[in-house]
């Protein structure tokens, strides 16, 4: 099937930066769009950033300006570059593919593991 794959989390300083990327192995037939959601302790899962299959981009207006989604179609690849990360970036964040497996197939999510991103103050 398909496995959805996250990394590049860590600990930061605000201010800092950090990049996370993610990766879908497995065959899907296509890749409707790809995303980055977050979940931070007590709260519910939220939007951060999403790109479609043709590049058009959809920002939280939490974190418009201070980070940027892109793809690589070609590899199944989708990354994160956070800049100028506050505290209240903190939060597991979960890479997200939505696609179909084959032709005949319904649209379905597929979700990473998630990485912590942690943002000290």
């Known amino acids: 099937q398909v496995q959805v794959v996250e990394s590049g989390g860590g600990l930061v300083q605000a201010g800092g930066s950090l990049r996370l990327s993610c990766a879908a192995s497995?065959?899907?037939?296509?890749?409707?769009?790809m995303g980055w959601y977050r979940q931070a302790p007590g709260k519910q899962r939220e939007l951060v950033a999403t790109?479609?299959?043709?590049?058009?981009?959809n920002y939280a207006d939490s974190v418009k300006g201070r980070f940027t989604i892109a793809r690589d179609g070609a590899k199944n690849t989708v990354s994160l570059s956070m800049n100028s990360l506050k505290p209240e970036d903190t939060a597991v964040y979960y890479c997200n593919f939505q696609g179909q497996l084959t032709y005949f197939s319904r649209v379905s999510d597929y979700w990473g593991q998630g990485t912590q991103v942690t943002v000290s103050s």
């Open positions: 497995g065959s899907l037939f296509r890749i409707n769009a």
């Open positions: 790109i479609t299959s043709i590049g058009i981009t």
